[in-house]
């Protein structure tokens, strides 16, 4: 069983076949009787395999970009936890999510584009360092895009 938890459901309880996260540990296959963990997330795809052979997708993003700006996207899932309890049930423990068909490939693209440009010396240090953060979420959510 999967349950999401943030200050709007973004997916409903329900019997899965795998979900796939992508925790600071590492990517995981989270199956049934996983042993019980606790992963922090990062930056990436969150997939969840359903019992009838469909699949839905999140991203998780933790830029201010990427979260601030709705032009952007109306997407990505931010900030949190996966709690792997005993019975089989996984916790999605999330600020904000939202669907990867949500995400706008043109303005991920634009913003790359900007992301590159500070980069190269339009911006101070910290600027800089925000950008190749930035960066490095958005080639990551372009090529989920893909």
């Given at each position: 069983?999967?349950?999401?938890?943030?200050?709007?459901?973004?997916?409903?309880?329900?019997?899965?076949?795998?979900?796939?996260?992508?925790?600071?540990?590492?990517?995981?296959?989270?199956?049934?009787?996983?042993?019980?963990?606790?992963?922090?997330?990062?930056?990436?795809?969150?997939?969840?395999?359903?019992?009838?052979?469909?699949?839905?997708?999140?991203?998780?993003?933790?830029?201010?970009?990427?979260?601030?700006?709705k032009h952007v996207c109306d997407g990505g899932l931010?900030?949190?936890?996966?709690?792997?309890?005993?019975?089989?049930?996984l916790s999605i423990n999330a600020v904000e999510g939202?669907?990867?068909?949500?995400?706008?490939?043109?303005?991920?693209?634009?913003?790359?584009?900007?992301?590159?440009?500070?980069?190269?010396?339009?911006?101070?240090?910290?600027?800089i360092a925000e950008a190749k953060i930035e960066l490095?979420?958005?080639?990551?959510?372009?090529?989920?895009?893909?």
């Open positions: 069983m999967l349950t999401t938890e943030a200050p709007q459901s973004i997916y409903k309880s329900t019997d899965v076949v795998q979900v796939n996260i992508p925790a600071e540990s590492g990517e995981m296959g989270i199956l049934a009787n996983h042993v019980p963990s606790i992963e922090q997330l990062k930056p990436g795809l969150v997939e969840i395999i359903e019992e009838s052979g469909g699949s839905k997708q999140f991203f998780r993003a933790s830029t201010p970009t990427l979260q601030k700006q931010s900030g949190g936890f996966a709690i792997v309890q005993p019975g089989s049930q939202f669907p990867l068909e949500e995400f706008s490939a043109d303005a991920i693209k634009s913003q790359i584009s900007e992301a590159q440009r500070v980069i190269s010396g339009g911006g101070s240090e910290q600027d490095e979420v958005l080639e990551s959510l372009q090529a989920a895009l893909k």
